[in-house]
């Protein structure tokens, strides 16, 4: 196989996602502390990061890692409160933000609350996180962890 044919098959494992599959079992499975943050979004389905950080007991800066080493992977994605503040057409999950964030802020004053949805950011599970494979996955290993 000639150096180009190599890099045309690297270049087909990569666009059709067999790669980024390994890639996310070997990342979750040799950083616990990764999967934890990983598990407690699971549970959380859709959080801020203190929510999440209060779970999770690492650092603010481990967590803020961790999430955006989630989102690399796509597993997680974010969501700016400030961005869907004044959207007409709002998906499911974009409804669902707005609704905690209200809840969150329905007994703070106007202030409070302009202030907090300029500053506040919620994440959620994309579709590859949401899938049954990987949450199965994760759950089993969050097992065997426990019971080491």
Same mark, same amino acid.
């Given at each position: 196989m ?5 890099? &045309? ?25 990764l999967? &934890?943050t990983?598990?407690q979004?699971l ?9 999440i950080?209060q ?11 961790h999430l955006?080493?989630? *989102?690399?992977?796509g597993?997680?994605?974010q969501?700016?409160? *400030? ?14 933000v707005l609704? &905690?964030?209200k809840?969150?802020?329905?007994k *703070?004053a ?7 949805a300029?500053q506040?950011?919620?994440f959620?599970l994309t579709e ?17 962890y &426990?019971?080491?």
């Open positions: 000639s150096f180009d044919d190599s890099i &045309k098959e690297l270049e087909k494992t990569y666009e059709t996602g067999l790669y980024r599959a390994d890639r996310i079992r070997k990342t979750l499975s040799e950083n616990p502390r999967r &934890k990983f598990a979004l549970i959380l389905s859709c959080a801020r990061f203190g929510e950080h779970k999770v007991f690492v650092s603010r800066k481990t967590c803020y890692s955006y080493q989630l *989102m690399e992977l597993l997680a994605k969501i700016a409160v *400030m961005d869907l503040w004044n959207k007409k057409n709002l998906d499911k999950e974009q409804i669902i609704r &905690k964030f809840d969150w802020t329905s *703070m106007d202030k409070q609350v302009n202030y907090f300029a506040t950011h919620y959620l590859l996180g949401k899938n049954p494979e990987i949450v199965d996955w994760v759950v089993k290993l969050e097992k065997e &426990k019971n080491s």
